[in-house]
């Protein structure tokens, strides 16, 4: 199993460009999140989702919009690049037998 | 709103320490409790699940204790080595799935 998997590992974006950061995993996972990390603020959940075509909202989620198409795929979309969205964004799935969550290994993202 | 505060933000030790990381919740009404591990530049990686019916949870050298009624959790290692040395993040788990972390206690193990 490749676990959960992330592209790209960096990026840089002007502000007002827009972008999808992609995540996928193979453990037929159904419960599928987004967070952001930044210095002093933790993790904070931005988006998240149960299943294929069900998805919500978390702690922070202006300015980002998400799908679930399959159980598979989580991409987050960046709709206008902000130089707040400047962050380190990982995605996780939930292993729902354990409460199990893996996390992916991050997406580093700087706006301009 | 839950909030989860880590103490100490930054501890520094000799190797083969035994040491305690504590982590403080402040809604007695989780799911369960979870510890990662993340080292620089990378992804978190899950150490010890305490379901919210549990006291404790142990793996290898790891201790992870669970006290809901007073809002605490203690991760305990035992004789610390240089490899231990990355940031230790405690999350508790909210009734929509998701996890609440704290902000982490950043552990270096000197030789």
């Known amino acids: 199993n490749a676990g959960v998997t992330q592209t790209p590992k960096f990026q840089v974006l002007k502000t007002g460009q827009s972008m999808t950061l992609q995540c996928a995993q193979d453990m037929n996972h159904e419960y599928m999140s987004w967070y952001r990390q930044d210095p002093g603020m933790g993790l904070r959940l931005i988006h998240y989702s149960v299943g294929a075509g069900i998805t919500d909202q978390g702690e922070v989620p202006n300015g980002y919009n998400v799908s679930r198409s399959t159980t598979e795929d989580f991409p987050l979309r960046l709709l206008s690049a902000a130089p707040s969205q400047t962050s380190v964004y990982f995605c996780?799935?939930?292993?729902?037998?354990?409460?199990?969550?893996?996390f992916g290994p991050g997406t580093r993202l700087t706006v301009l | 709103k839950q909030e989860v505060t880590q103490i100490p933000a930054a501890l520094s030790v000799p190797e083969g320490e035994n040491l305690v990381l504590n982590c403080s919740f402040t809604d007695s009404a989780i799911y369960n409790l979870q510890w990662f591990r993340q080292d620089p530049g990378k992804g978190l990686t899950s150490l010890l699940l305490?379901?919210?019916?549990?006291r404790e949870q142990t793996s290898g050298r790891l201790n992870a204790s669970l006290d809901k009624s007073s809002g605490r959790s203690t991760l305990y290692i035992a004789a610390s080595q240089p490899g231990d040395s990355a940031t230790y993040l405690c999350a508790v788990r909210g009734s929509q799935g998701n996890l609440i972390f704290g902000k982490g206690t950043k552990l270096s193990v000197k030789p």
């Open positions: 305490i379901q919210s019916s549990q």
């Open positions: 996780a799935s939930t292993d729902s037998s354990t409460d199990t969550q893996y």
